[in-house]
């Protein structure tokens, strides 16, 4: 799994409903980004809002649904 912000791709360790832990957190702001979900030969994404943005002290990030 992977959240990719802005061109960056952070790779993610855990994914809740409403949440995420990524492994190498840096600091981004409230933005939109994806997730690309790899399973044997399928590939799946979709957009996300990251309301609080990330800050490089915490790996968990909160989600909400794109729309």
């Known amino acids: 799994m992977r959240l990719i912000v802005n061109g960056a791709v952070i790779r993610i360790t855990h994914m809740g409903p409403d949440f995420l832990?990524?492994?190498s957190p840096a600091d981004y702001p409230p933005?939109?980004?994806?997730?690309?979900?790899?399973?044997?030969?399928?590939?799946?994404?979709?957009?996300?809002?990251?309301p609080n943005g990330i800050s490089k002290d915490s790996k968990r990030v909160a989600l909400a649904l794109s729309r």
């Open 21 to 23: 832990f990524v492994e």
């Open 31 to 50: 933005c939109q980004a994806t997730i690309s979900l790899s399973v044997d030969d399928s590939e799946s994404e979709w957009k996300v809002r990251l």
